[in-house]
């Protein structure tokens, strides 16, 4: 039986700041050692496992090139890159993989939907429990993990599991449960029954359908008319934004898996976590014999039971115990552990206060490349520009902001209002005002350099695009 992976990349990570931002969320940051991003793994611990098909990839549109980058990365095609204009929850996301598959591709898969912002540590352990789980599926059961708890986490929803289906390690659901309580957590603990819900299923795409055909009626319509109304863009498939906008928006768990009959669970126990907060890496990272864990330029002295994670400089500690401490280029937060899950409420807070370090670092990926906003001032702003090799940005002019360019290393190929030039090392050239302008990399290595922008508005929405490799529209505020 054909498995197909299904990875749910839509989410925010709001709890992970300021690491993970609404432009840059979790599943697309390398969080542990490796280098590679969450999404990566997601798709390399599956490796290996028989009958495993190219995966299809669900995916907010804003985030688009970052993900077709990362798999490019790994060197794998996708069966389909899925793009959504708003999120709706896994369970829309879910089934218009679903409905893709079966009537755009006409295949009847076992699908194994994952979300892309887990750590799963033991690959051996979970790729045994997959295959009790397609064994179960291929007869007709909708199938969830419930992971072994190893303490009373309230982080977590659980599943009650129920009487064994048969010997293969698959279980009746008997029944879901919301976060609990401490005392509620300890008593799920103690009775040996109760699992943690990890959020990753497997079933036939078509037995899937018909779970949602009866619970979601409208869930499927609204589905159904968005897909059929998509267009193709480049690799991407968008979904139609005024049909997806009618969808209802729910999780598989209320939408399918409560009312289903279906509902079955299989127990493993492989390092899971779903790093909802910085506590949960702190749980799963190697410590000193302080029980400190630490990620980059780290020195600590006399501290206790405290996680850090240092991006751009030297962080330090110094007599404290029980502390997070996150450093960004832009941004530092400090948190007691035990306030790991309120995160979420310092990034709602910078939401209404407007603040561009809830939504963006200071390092911005575009599909060309990156910049880095250097320095900012009332007038001008400098920034350093990478472009990789072979790519260029759109043709283009601002209304508002001149530009100097000096060539730090690499190879420019500059246009300005029709005349194409090359500027190589130490070389640089100045674009005026209201010029139609492109900067490519003409190279074999990526073109290195930096930007000075000056006039009186220098906001990225300062763009008249006239001609984009990449198919983005003036309304998208990239250059």
Same mark, same amino acid.
């Given at each position: 039986?054909?498995?197909?992976?299904?990875? +749910?990349?839509? &989410?925010?990570?709001?709890?992970?700041?300021?690491?993970?931002?609404? $432009?840059?969320?979790?599943?697309?940051?390398?969080l542990?050692d490796?280098?590679?991003?969450?999404?990566?793994?997601?798709?390399?611990?599956?490796? $290996?496992?028989?009958?495993?098909?190219?995966?299809?990839?669900?995916?907010?549109?804003?985030?688009?090139?970052?993900?077709?980058?990362?798999?490019?990365?790994?060197?794998? %095609?996708? *069966?389909?890159?899925?793009?959504?204009p708003?999120?709706?929850?896994?369970?829309?996301?879910?089934?218009?993989?679903?409905l893709?598959?079966?009537?755009?591709?006409?295949?009847?898969?076992?699908?194994?939907?994952?979300?892309?912002?887990?750590?799963?540590?033991?690959?051996?352990?979970?790729?045994?429990?997959?295959?009790?789980?397609?064994?179960?599926? %291929?007869?007709?059961?909708?199938?969830?993990?419930?992971?072994?708890?190893?303490?009373?986490?309230?982080?977590? $929803?659980?599943?009650?599991?129920?009487?064994?289906?048969?010997?293969s390690?698959?279980?009746?659901?008997?029944?879901?449960?919301?976060?609990?309580?401490?005392?509620?957590?300890?008593?799920?603990?103690?009775?040996?029954?109760?699992?943690?819900?990890? &959020?990753?299923?497997?079933?036939?795409?078509?037995?899937?359908?018909?779970?949602?055909?009866?619970?979601?009626?409208?869930?499927?319509?609204?589905?159904?008319?968005?897909?059929?109304?998509?267009?193709?863009?480049? *690799?991407?498939?968008?979904?139609?934004?005024?049909?997806?906008?009618?969808?209802?928006?729910?999780s598989?768990?209320?939408? @399918?898996?409560?009312?289903?009959?279906?509902?079955?669970?299989?127990?493993?126990?492989?390092?899971?976590?779903?790093?909802?907060?910085?506590?949960?890496?702190?749980?799963?990272?190697?410590?000193?014999?302080?029980g400190?864990?630490?990620?980059?330029? @780290?020195?600590?002295?006399?501290?206790?039971?405290?996680?850090?994670?240092?991006?751009?400089?030297?962080?330090?500690?110094?007599?404290?115990?029980?502390?997070? @401490?996150?450093?960004?280029?832009?941004?530092?937060?400090?948190?007691?552990?035990?306030?790991?899950?309120?995160?979420?409420?310092?990034?709602?807070e910078?939401?209404?206060?407007?603040?561009? *370090?809830? +939504?963006? /670092?200071?390092?911005?990926?575009?599909?060309?490349?990156?910049?880095?906003?250097?320095?900012?001032?009332?007038?001008?702003?400098?920034?350093?520009?990478?472009?990789?090799?072979?790519?260029?940005?759109?043709?283009?002019?601002?209304?508002?902001?001149?530009?100097?360019?000096?060539?730090?290393?690499?190879?420019?190929?500059? %246009?300005?209002? &029709?005349?194409k030039?090359?500027?190589?090392?130490?070389?640089?050239?100045?674009?005026?005002?209201?010029?139609?302008?492109?900067?490519?990399?003409?190279?074999?290595?990526?073109?290195?350099?930096?930007?000075?922008?000056?006039?009186?508005?220098?906001?990225?929405?300062?763009?008249?695009?006239?001609?984009? /490799?990449y &198919?983005?529209?003036?309304?998208?505020?990239?250059g």
């Amino acid at each position: 039986m054909n498995i197909l992976p299904i990875l +749910l990349s839509g &989410g925010s990570g709001s709890r992970l700041w300021p690491c993970s931002r609404q $432009g840059h969320p979790k599943q697309f940051m390398a969080l542990t050692d490796g280098g590679h991003s969450l999404l990566q793994q997601t798709w390399q611990r599956l490796e $290996g496992l028989p009958q495993l098909g190219d995966p299809l990839v669900i995916a907010n549109e804003a985030h688009r090139f970052l993900v077709a980058e990362q798999l490019q990365e790994i060197n794998i %095609t996708p *069966e389909a890159i899925l793009l959504e204009p708003m999120g709706r929850n896994t369970a829309p996301a879910i089934t218009v993989a679903a409905l893709y598959l079966t009537q755009i591709v006409g295949q009847d898969p076992v699908l194994l939907v994952l979300p892309a912002d887990h750590l799963i540590q033991d690959q051996r352990a979970f790729q045994g429990a997959i295959a009790t789980a397609v064994e179960s599926a %291929t007869q007709g059961w909708l199938v969830t993990f419930g992971i072994q708890p190893t303490e009373p986490n309230t982080g977590y $929803g659980y599943i009650a599991k129920g009487a064994a289906i048969d010997t293969s390690g698959s279980f009746r659901v008997d029944k879901f449960v919301e976060k609990p309580d401490r005392p509620t957590a300890e008593a799920y603990l103690t009775s040996g029954s109760y699992l943690w819900n990890s &959020g990753m299923f497997v079933f036939r795409a078509s037995t899937f359908l018909a779970e949602v055909q009866r619970w979601q009626p409208a869930i499927l319509a609204a589905c159904e008319k968005s897909l059929t109304q998509a267009h193709h863009d480049l *690799e991407f498939i968008r979904l139609d934004a005024t049909a997806f906008a009618t969808c209802p928006a729910d999780s598989i768990d209320y939408a @399918v898996m409560e009312h289903t009959e279906k509902a079955a669970v299989v127990p493993v126990q492989c390092g899971w976590s779903d790093v909802g907060a910085w506590s949960s890496l702190w749980q799963v990272a190697e410590k000193d014999d302080q029980g400190n864990a630490y990620r980059g330029d @780290v020195l600590a002295v006399n501290s206790k039971n405290c996680f850090v994670y240092a991006s751009d400089r030297l962080v330090t500690l110094l007599g404290v115990e029980d502390l997070i @401490v996150v450093e960004t280029a832009d941004a530092l937060l400090v948190a007691r552990q035990d306030c790991a899950q309120d995160v979420k409420r310092l990034v709602e807070e910078l939401l209404k206060r407007t603040r561009q *370090e809830a +939504l963006s /670092h200071r390092v911005i990926y575009r599909p060309w490349g990156k910049y880095d906003s250097i320095d900012v001032g009332s007038r001008f702003q400098v920034k350093r520009i990478t472009v990789k090799q072979g790519a260029s940005l759109s043709l283009q002019k601002h209304h508002h902001r001149a530009e100097h360019w000096v060539v730090v290393s690499g190879t420019a190929e500059v %246009t300005c209002n &029709g005349e194409k030039f090359l500027l190589t090392e130490n070389e640089s050239t100045y674009i005026p005002v209201g010029a139609v302008h492109r900067l490519a990399n003409p190279g074999k290595i990526p073109l290195e350099m930096i930007e000075i922008q000056s006039g009186p508005y220098l906001g990225e929405d300062d763009i008249v695009r006239f001609e984009d /490799h990449y &198919g983005r529209c003036n309304d998208e505020t990239e250059g």
